[in-house]
Each structure stands twice: as structure tokens, then as C-alpha cells.
């Protein structure tokens, strides 16, 4: 048993600010060593700090905790802009990694440059954008593993003023909310970067989700039982459900995005499933089998409606403006140059962080979460103290249909800014907050004056037939196959030297990177 080879993998971490990543860190690494692996921790932050220039490095040192993180966030900005690259970072990733599998293999006798790193695991903490998602996936295939790691808003801004205030010799976390709320922004999305630091968009790449609160232990050794071919593990129903949502979503011919909705009764059973697109006269949308006539579907008019639609509106109220001298135009340019340059030119960046850029009312779609309760309606289904399972978090027009309709629990993958929900209706609604008792696999009776909105948990919809399909369970006089930790191997994840060769690239790469300056990130 101890001579089983088995596969060099790399897991990553991501998730927001005030999330426990380190302690998620150190539980995967102990959990993995039952599977014989040893596990090597990789802290991008220190990356990041070891590529700056020595009087930068020596004020991150000295810092306070919240100069300290603005300061490396800005640091990492700054190498993702030198490389025009949201993955500017992988490259030192990839270079610690190939450091120490060179220095693990030495110690056992072994020189050859293509051997992996055999029953060895590298934990990334943490991704910070995408494309490091998407570069990391190309590069170690099914050998790779995102892990979503999330606590609850209160609990994340209370674990991030303690850690500024402990820095100061301060007890009160008080103190610095305003510290605490600007990092929270930043660390979601820098405001008009493509290419700077965005965990708004990382985090639903994840392959598990997980509440990194309470004995979230036993969470994490389910995934990696599972992970390393345990047969006997099947769907809970929130990951069944949330599947099926995103099964549904690829139904949508939306030209923007496809979103899936199935609703869910207070017996736990699908009643209802919805996805974004226009509607059809008598009931529900077009299937591809009916009379082609009735496909009105927004391809087929070769516009995004509502996109066409804003940029009218923008356009009459400049319009508006110049005609009744409000404002004055720059001479020589039209309220059409104008509305170009914010919608489409050197304004872009700065005009979709405002309102008006997000208008959603005038799209010819129905929205999935509004079709699956439409769906009910038609049926003449029942669907009050039910539940909803969104791909995407329910904007607020869609908020207000479930509240009305009686479901008493939401549950999504993906956030959505735009969104108002929580503005329009805090009275009523609790986002983001610890599970509430709607659990699905609670037997509690849910408060009956809000409507929780709650993250998901779990495996993937991306990444649950890979998971939940069946090993072989039985031998062949009938008796179930026995499986142990220590003995398994990963489901999915390959024995191979492929990775070893595509990350010379990467390493040619950090050439490219200069050492990060104090003036490059004031």
C-alpha cells in the first residue's frame, strides 16, 4: 500500500476577505495525509511580497494589518498590469511549485527533470481572479481542484476588524469598520478593472463550496471521500437540486448569460424548473421540435433588447440635457459621441459601476427564478413554504415574485451586483447570513417573517456527474467492495508528466515580471 503511486495534485483556494483560508488550508492539508499525501501549502500573498522591491517589502513588513493588505493587493495589481494578464500571478505559482517538487525529489535520490511530485499535494492559498482559474485548469487538467471557502458577512467583518485591530494593540473591531468595508469592496472586485483583483468572478469557478464555519471538518472530508472514489456517497439534496438548475440553464438561448431555476415544494420534491428566455403565447418558451414559426427567441431579432434600449435612454437624456443648456457638450461632439465614449470607449470601465448602466427592466426574457413560478402557477402547483435553487442570486425583480409567492428559502451559486434585493426589501429578506433553520435538511420550522437567501453548499453542479458516478460497488459473488483512505486513489486525476512540460513556459514568464516598486502601488 505504501508503494502506490499516486498523482501530483494541486488544490486551490479561494474566497472573500475575512474568510478563515488559512484554517481551511491546514484542515485540507491533515485530511489529505489519511490518503497518504503530503500536502505543501503555497501562500500567493508571500509570492506577491518576496517579487517587491526591498523598501516596498520592508513597509508591507511594518504595516498595520489593513496597509499591510491594501499594500499586497496593489502589489498584485500591479504585476497582473505589467503582464496586460489577469493570471500575472501564476507564474511565481508555478515556480514555487516546480522549486520545491525539484528539492522534495533530490532528497529521495531523484534528478531527472520529468518525474512528478508522486503523492504530493500543492494547496494554493488563495486565487484572486479567473484567468488564474482558467490558466491553472488548462495546465494540471483533472489534476486541478477549486475550492469556494466562505463564512458569513458578520462573521468575516468581525474576523477582519479583530485582525486589524489586534495589529494596532486595539480591542475594538468598531474601530475600523471603514477599513474593513473598503477592503471587503476592493477584495471583490477593483472598480473599472478587467485585469486587477476580482474574487466576485472566482468564486463560483469552484468545484466544492464550503461554509468555513463550525465542524466544517466533516464537509471537507465527505468531498475528499468522494474525490478519492468512495462508493457509498451520494447527492444531498441541496446538490441535487442546484444540478438540476444548472441543468435547466442550458436551456437558455440568451445572448447575454444562462441561468437556471428549479423550484422545490415543502416536501423536498421539484415542482417547477425555469430558465432565462423570452416567453411564447399560451405558456412557457420554445423547444427546438415545434413549429420554427414560433421561435421568437432574441437571436432570431439579432439584438439584445435591452441592451439597444439603454443606450437610448442614455442617449435621450443627454439629449435632454444639451437641448434645455444643462449641459454644454464638447464642441464638435454629438450626444452619440458621447454616449459611445461611456458605453463603449475610454468612460467604459467607470460607467458600468454606476446604476444606469445596469438597467435590466426592458429585456424581452423571462427570468428563470419568475419562469419556474409562473411554471407552478400554470400547473396550478403550490409552491408556499418551498424553496428556490438559482444558478445565479435572484435580481429584485425576481425577489420580490418568490417573496410573494410564499418561498421561504433561496439558494444560489453566483452573486449578482446588480441586484437590489437587500436594499429594496432588508425588512423582509436575510442574505448571506449563518444557515438559517429552511435548511433543506432541517426539521425546524422556518421564521415565518424572512426569506433567506443563502449561498450554496456542496459539490459543484460542474463537477457532480464527474463525482457521483458510480464506482463498482459490489464483487462478483454480490458482497460490497471494501474502501479505505489510505488505499484509494483519486477518481479523476491521472498519473502523468504532461503539466511538467507546460510549465517551463511560465517559468520563461517570471522573467518578464519585474520587482514591484513603492511608486507602483501609491
Known amino acids: ?77 500591479h504585476i497582473r498590469q505589467q503582464t496586460n494578464k489577469g493570471d500575472g500571478i501564476v507564474p511565481l505559482i508555478i515556480t514555487n511549485i516546480r522549486a520545491d517538487r525539484k528539492d522534495r525529489l533530490e532528497r529521495i535520490g531523484i534528478t531527472e527533470p ?17 484567468h488564474e482559474v482558467e490558466t491553472l485548469r488548462r495546465l494540471y487538467g483533472n489534476n486541478f481542484v477549486l475550492i469556494s471557502g466562505f463564512a458569513s458577512r458578520g462573521e468575516r467583518r468581525s474576523r477582519l476588524g479583530n485582525v486589524i485591530a489586534k495589529s494596532y494593540a486595539k480591542t475594538n473591531e468598531d474601530e ?15 472598480d473599472g478593472d478587467k485585469i486587477g483583483q476580482n474574487l466576485r468572478d472566482t468564486f463560483p469557478l469552484a468545484d466544492l463550496f464550503i461554509r468555513v464555519s463550525g465542524n466544517f471538518k466533516i464537509a471537507l472530508d465527505r468531498f475528499l471521500d468522494l474525490y478519492f472514489n468512495s462508493p457509498y456517497i451520494t447527492p444531498t439534496r441541496d446538490e441535487f437540486f442546484m444540478y438540476e438548475a444548472k441543468a435547466k440553464s ?37 423547444w427546438p421540435d415545434m413549429d420554427e414559426a414560433l421561435d421568437n427567441r432574441d437571436y432570431k431579432t439579432e439584438k439584445d433588447f435591452n441592451a439597444v434600449k439603454k443606450v437610448e435612454i442614455i442617449q435621450e437624456l443627454i439629449d435632454l440635457l444639451d437641448r434645455e443648456k444643462i449641459v454644454k457638450l464638447p464642441d464638435g461632439k454629438s450626444s452619440e459621441d458621447i454616449v459611445d465614449e461611456l458605453i463603449f470607449g475610454k468612460f467604459k470601465s467607470s460607467f458600468k459601476n454606476i446604476r444606469a448602466s445596469n438597467l435590466i427592466e426592458f429585456g424581452r426574457v423571462v427570468h428563470a427564478e419568475m419562469n419556474a413560478i409562473t411554471e407552478s402557477a400554470r400547473r396550478g402547483i403550490k409552491i408556499g413554504n418551498g424553496q ?5 442570486f435572484p435580481c429584485h425583480m425576481c425577489a420580490r415574485h418568490i417573496i410573494a409567492s410564499g418561498i421561504i428559502r433561496v439558494v444560489y451559486v453566483e452573486p449578482y451586483p446588480k441586484s437590489m434585493t437587500e436594499e ?36 459543484a453542479p460542474s463537477f457532480y456527474r464527474e463525482l457521483f458516478q458510480a464506482p463498482v460497488r459490489k464483487d462478483n459473488k454480490g ?36 520587482d514591484v516598486g513603492l511608486e507602483d502601488v501609491e
Open 1 to 77: 500500500m505504501e508503494d502506490i503511486k499516486k498523482p501530483e495534485l494541486i488544490f486551490a483556494l479561494a474566497g472573500p476577505i475575512g474568510t478563515d483560508l488559512h484554517l481551511l488550508a491546514q484542515t485540507l492539508e491533515e485530511s489529505l495525509s489519511a490518503f497518504k499525501y503530503e500536502s505543501v501549502v503555497i501562500r500567493a500573498s508571500k509570492l506577491i511580497e518576496v517579487a517587491c522591491k526591498e523598501e516596498l517589502a520592508k513597509k508591507i513588513a511594518d504595516a498595520k494589518q489593513d496597509e499591510r493588505i491594501k499594500l499586497l493587493m496593489a502589489a498584485g495589481d
Open 114 to 130: 520529468d518525474v512528478p511530485a508522486y503523492n504530493t499535494c500543492y494547496i494554493i492559498d488563495s486565487l484572486k481572479h479567473p
Open 176 to 190: 475600523f469598520s471603514e477599513s474593513v468595508k473598503s477592503l471587503i469592496e476592493i477584495d471583490a472586485k477593483r
Open 250 to 286: 442550458y436551456r437558455s438561448a440568451d445572448l447575454s448569460r444562462q441561468i437556471g431555476a428549479v423550484i422545490v415544494d415543502s416536501d423536498s420534491h421539484l415542482v417547477a424548473s425555469g430558465c432565462n428566455e423570452v416567453p411564447i403565447a399560451r405558456g412557457g418558451c420554445y
Open 388 to 392: 428556490i435553487f438559482s444558478t445565479t
Open 424 to 459: 429594496l426589501y432588508g425588512d423582509i429578506v436575510s442574505v448571506d447570513a449563518t444557515p438559517s433553520a429552511t435548511d433543506s435538511g432541517s426539521d425546524k420550522e422556518a421564521p415565518k417573517h424572512v426569506v433567506s437567501f443563502e449561498p450554496f453548499e456542496g459539490v
Open 479 to 514: 458482497y460490497t467492495v471494501s474502501w479505505n483512505k489510505a488505499g484509494s486513489v483519486p477518481k479523476i486525476a491521472r498519473v502523468t508528466k504532461v503539466h511538467l512540460e507546460l510549465e517551463q513556459a511560465f517559468v520563461k514568464a517570471v522573467g518578464q515580471i519585474s
